[in-house]
């Protein structure tokens, strides 16, 4: 691919973050070492204080930063950042998320090759580049409504401009701080509209972008959170109106996997999965 095209093609990365400082220098620096500058970075910020003021001074000359404030909520904050994005292509990285180098032409150059294409997705590696996350395909392809679940997360989700001016902003309703018994699945949401809407988007299991593995170890946290997340994909389940048969299998997946986990002698990866999967059936209820 012709280097000149892709250093052409501008990016808006919407950064919503609260409560993280360590991370988000972490990912100034893997941003400022892309080879693409043609950058601007929304840093959507749901802090009361200022501390993310001295961080983002440090790279004030390395691509254009916008520091918005957002009352808290993940899709709030998403959608005031999208109010200020001019790029072609739009992105939503993790506050602890991390971009390999040279991560950005790559998705330049696949939506170059593939002008049809109104985005991109792929998965989340840790510093190791294991999957971060189970759930991913280990095949290419187009997604649809039904294997989207596995085809992406908000932070491998690149989309052009012109899917945000048709399919609108984030709903409010889902994502962390949102109010909302339903924590999670906003993007999953948002995809499955943009392709009722039309849009071609397609998955690329060798596009990958840093992030930290979920600590499984043992605190009441995570099994509130594993709750939450799950109600909302429950949640966007009804939404949607998935066929039963569909609505049925994704918690059943998860007590299958719980099942597994009791076999094998980790009796708390069981509990968080069965939390997934009952969580699933309420938010699917709600």
């Known amino acids: 691919m012709n280097d000149k095209l892709t250093s052409e093609i501008s990016f808006s990365l919407v950064l919503a973050t609260l409560g993280r400082t360590k991370e988000i220098a972490f990912f100034l620096k893997s941003l400022s070492e892309q080879i693409n500058t043609n950058i601007e970075l929304i840093v959507v910020d749901q802090n009361e204080d200022e501390r993310l003021l001295p961080i983002l001074a440090l790279y004030k000359n390395s691509f254009v930063i916008k520091h918005i404030k957002s009352e808290r909520g993940l899709s709030k904050a998403r959608n005031v950042g999208l109010m200020h994005v001019t790029g072609d292509i739009v992105t939503f990285p993790d506050d602890d998320c991390w971009y390999p180098k040279g991560v950005l032409c790559q998705v330049a150059d696949v939506l170059l090759n593939h002008p049809d294409y109104d985005g991109v997705t792929g998965i989340l590696v840790d510093e190791n580049r294991h999957v971060a996350m189970s759930k991913f395909d280990r095949e290419d392809g187009a997604i649809n409504r039904f294997n989207v679940w596995n085809r992406s997360t908000a932070a491998t989700i690149f989309i052009k401009h012109s899917v945000i001016a048709d399919v609108g902003g984030f709903d409010e309703k889902l994502g962390v701080g949102s109010g909302t018994p339903w924590g999670a699945a906003e993007e999953i949401d948002y995809l499955i509209r943009a392709v009722l809407a039309g849009k071609k988007l397609h998955f690329e299991h060798q ?45 059943f997946r998860s007590l299958l996997g719980s099942i597994q986990a009791l076999a094998t002698g980790n009796s708390y990866l069981a509990l968080v999965r069965w939390t997934r999967a009952t969580s699933i059936y309420k938010g699917w209820l709600q």
């Open 207 to 251: 596009l990958e972008i840093g992030h930290p593995r979920t600590d499984f170890s043992e605190n009441d946290m995570l099994l509130v959170r594993t709750a939450s997340y799950a109600q909302g994909a429950g949640y966007v389940i009804r939404k949607h109106r998935y066929p039963m048969y569909f609505a049925l299998w994704i918690p």
